[in-house]
């Protein structure tokens, strides 16, 4: 086997050459020496993970609110009503005996509901310098900030739909001032609690039903208004989802509840749904369930001009491009008030 040659002073010698390494001075390997030698190897021998991890989070509204589009940079919403009144009411003033010469003339009491919108703004702004480091990095800072952008509104959007924009006075759907709210009914324990998580399967759907029952009642029994969305807090629905009816029923409550509810009975589909903002939000913060109807007719939420990115342009001062990102938004709109209800303390 040819002898390759040996180490000496950080060379390598083949045998035969008329090489002295002798006379080379030895070089030492320092830590100074790693870090700046081989500083290049870092970025080289490194795997990057493509994936950029953003924000957790979790937004609901287009879930539990109708969403109406269209309709441009309007400042008001108007929604018409109209109610009718018969002298005598229609039950026994309607009855007319023979050769009477008179009837009741039916009346009409036309009126609308004004409701506001707002124009969500936000601006976008890329320097020039990192425009041209996107093209080594591989990585889009226009996307990865349009992003940012969305998650923003969508934020927005939730708290508008939940709870409103307390600075402006306006309300959402856990919190209106105009919705009948009342505690639910206390168990029979000593002392006396109102919280599911002290209560029977069979406690707790007496509490949904009654809730159901007086909202469609308050709706005339219209079977239209029987109420088919209930949102609860996280944890009284993760209680319910994952605690059994009984020791020896394998049936969550959860599961009880979907199939035993007044909805269901009457051939609708009651969807039960869990949100933070029902956490705190009833009397003395505590815990609140809502029922109500999901339908347009009833209530809604709209983005009349959706968000767009409506204008970009060089801003010389700061040497960068902003692009002005918009949408016009109303207010929850709740045209029929008796038709949701709220029940605190669960």
Not at 138 to 148: E, K, N
Not at 193 to 210: G, M
Not at 288 to 301: E, G, I, K, N, Q
Request: aromatic share 8%.
């Amino acid at each position: 086997m040819r002898n390759l040659g040996t180490i000496n002073g950080g060379l390598v010698t083949p045998q035969g050459m008329g090489l002295r390494v002798t006379d080379a001075a030895p070089q030492r390997i320092t830590d100074a020496a790693i870090a700046s030698g081989n500083a290049f190897l870092t970025s080289e021998l490194e795997k990057r993970d493509p994936l950029v991890r953003q924000p957790l989070t979790s937004v609901t509204y287009t879930r539990d609110l109708p969403m109406k589009v269209g309709g441009g940079w309007v400042e008001k919403l108007s929604a018409l009503y109209i109610d009718f009144g018969i002298n005598g009411g229609s039950g026994n003033g309607l009855v007319t005996a023979g050769g009477a010469n008179g009837a009741q003339v039916i009346q009409a009491n036309l009126g609308k509901d004004i409701f506001s919108t707002h124009e969500f703004t936000t601006v976008m702004r890329i320097k020039f310098a990192d425009m041209m480091r996107q093209q080594i990095t591989g990585q889009s800072l226009d996307r990865l900030l349009t992003d940012g952008v969305r998650l923003a509104y969508d934020k927005h959007m939730d708290a508008n739909a939940y709870v409103g924009l307390s600075d402006y006075g306006t309300t959402g759907l856990v919190n209106n001032d105009s919705v009948y709210a009342t505690d639910v009914a206390a168990n029979t324990n000593s002392p006396a609690t109102t919280e599911w998580t002290t209560k029977t399967a069979d406690q707790i759907l007496a509490d949904v039903n009654e809730l159901l029952t007086a909202v469609w009642t308050a709706g005339g029994y219209d079977l239209a208004a029987i109420p088919n969305h209930l949102l609860l807090p996280y944890a009284q629905y993760t209680y319910i989802a994952t605690t059994k009816v009984g020791t020896y029923n394998d049936k969550t409550i959860l599961a009880f509840l979907l199939e035993n509810n007044i909805t269901k009975m009457n051939g609708g589909e009651l969807v039960i749904g869990a949100t933070r903002y029902c956490a705190g939000a009833g009397d003395s913060s505590s815990d609140r369930m809502v029922a109500y109807v999901h339908d347009d007719r009833f209530l809604a939420l709209e983005e009349l001009a959706p968000l767009a990115r409506v204008m970009t342009q060089p801003n010389t001062d700061a040497i960068a491009y902003d692009s002005v990102y918009m949408a016009n938004i109303s207010e929850v709109e709740l045209f029929y008030t008796q038709t949701i209800q709220y029940r605190d303390g669960i």
